[in-house]
């Protein structure tokens, strides 16, 4: 009987440095964690700073920002801008074109300057080119905020011609 009350104290004494060990090595793996769960948010903080290229590509959709950007002068002086552009002018090829609308996408960059226009719908392929002409000379705009910060915007304006 004297070696299974031994063997038992053994089991016991084992057991119990064995949860000791592992209670210390809990410790440790949740300071590391900590530790690199610091080093992550530090690093994700560096990457929202203003300045940094993951945090200036960002383009927002327009629903998604607090100010719009505006055209200097308004809407009026824009829509203006857009269907009467001399430089633009599109006189070939309107002969089958029934309807006139060409909806223009584009991004407003922090500076106001537009970027990346493109055509998402048409009506006119005649019209492709003196809609996309228009957007890229419509001059500069008001830039679109986002939490009291300038943001790239992503914007679409319908351009209606007249061809009579």
Not at 28 to 43: E, H, I, K
Not at 75 to 102: I, M, P, Y
Request: charged letters at 15%; glycine letters at 10%.
């Amino acid at each position: 009987m004297v070696p299974a009350k031994l063997f038992g104290r053994r089991a016991l004494a084992f057991c119990a440095l064995f949860l000791l060990g592992s209670v210390g090595m809990g410790q440790s793996s949740v300071d590391q964690l900590f530790n690199a769960s610091d080093a992550g948010q530090r690093t994700f903080d560096q990457s929202q700073q203003a300045g940094s290229p993951g945090a200036s590509a960002i383009v927002y959709d327009a629903s998604a920002v607090d100010t719009l950007p505006t055209y200097l002068g308004g809407d009026t002086a824009l829509f203006k801008r857009l269907t009467h552009n001399d430089a633009c002018a599109q006189a070939n090829g309107l002969d089958g074109c029934v309807s006139t609308k060409v909806v223009v996408g584009f991004i407003v960059e922090k500076d106001g300057t537009v970027t990346s226009p493109k055509v998402l719908q048409e009506a006119c392929p005649a019209l492709r080119t003196a809609a996309l002409c228009a957007i890229k000379n419509v001059g500069t705009w008001s830039p679109g905020w986002l939490h009291g910060e300038v943001v790239r915007v992503r914007m679409s304006v319908p351009i209606i011609y007249d061809l009579r």
